[in-house]
């Protein structure tokens, strides 16, 4: 093997490797959400010092369990056939790999294709599942739960309220008992506490957020990042389109023939 065939096994084997340990670690905290909960929330919360996983329905968990396993799997199946074969010099391994790898890239292209093709559709059942969700965002913090955690770190970060106005709020029971217009997330905060100690109950254009919909704050973050997120999905192809590319010349020069004929000058002896 040449330099450059050298240069590209121990990338394989580098990319794959990292790749590996992350989907094995994926695929080992989705079995043990399965398999016991109560563990790893307590293991969560000694570290951060909350206690999120234990309120979270189990049904949130479940799900996300699943989601864990099922990437793990792929990543952790996908990415140790790349690393054995670029390190054990095996052509079938290797173009196994190389059409898998393809087979992600050319469904990613199809993801893309579908959503700017269907980018009405999706925005409206994107509207319809934030919505949805906002239900059962609860009214204590003694009912604090994923959907609640998640939506106060939306408004905090994007300075909005609801999905299209605090007027959502009213789809939750949960909320609604608490006799509050919106949350305190929907206020305009100094040194983390609302600059208005009367916002919740009476909201206004100069304490809270309470007219600006979380909908298109977020669109409007992602139109403002725009040129990252196609600079990291560039990348990300790039990477991939680099990695089948060295699977498949690597699987070039593994490659031997089988029958290999010599000429032989033939000796005559007198």
């Not at 408004?155 to 106005?165: D, K, N, R, Y």
């Not at 992602?222 to 192809?237: C, D, K, T």
Request: proline residues 3%; negative net charge.
């Amino acid at each position: 093997m040449g330099c450059a065939s050298q240069c590209a096994k121990y990338f394989l084997c580098f990319f794959n490797f990292v790749f590996f340990v992350a989907g094995g670690a994926a695929l080992a905290v989705g079995i043990w959400l399965v398999a016991d909960r109560s563990s790893f929330a307590n293991l969560v919360g000694k570290v951060d010092q909350t206690d999120v996983l234990t309120k979270t329905d189990a049904d949130v968990i479940r799900m996300i369990a699943y989601i864990l396993i099922v990437a793990g799997t792929l990543t952790f199946v996908v990415s140790f056939l790349g690393y054995c074969g670029a390190m054990f010099e095996s052509r079938c391994l290797l173009c196994v790999y190389g059409v898998l790898i393809l087979v992600v890239l050319v469904l990613e292209c199809v993801v893309v294709g579908l959503a700017f093709g269907l980018n009405e559709d999706a925005g409206e059942a994107t509207r319809d599942i934030l919505k949805s969700t906002i239900k059962y965002y609860a009214g204590n913090a003694d009912q604090a739960e994923t959907v609640t955690v998640t939506w106060d770190g939306i408004m905090t970060q994007l300075h909005c309220c609801g999905v299209e106005s605090y007027l959502d709020f009213r789809e939750s029971a949960n909320w609604t008992a608490t006799g509050k217009l919106v949350p305190e997330a929907c206020c305009i905060k100094e040194n983390g506490v609302p600059k208005e100690p009367s916002c919740p109950l009476s909201p206004t254009e100069a304490n809270s957020y309470y007219k600006t919909g979380c909908y298109k704050a977020i669109v409007d973050a992602i139109a403002e990042n725009a040129a990252i997120a196609i600079g990291v999905a560039a990348g990300l192809v790039l990477v991939e389109i680099l990695v089948t590319v060295l699977a498949l010349y690597l699987a070039c020069c593994y490659w031997r023939p089988q029958h290999v004929y010599r000429c032989v000058e033939p000796s005559f002896k007198e």
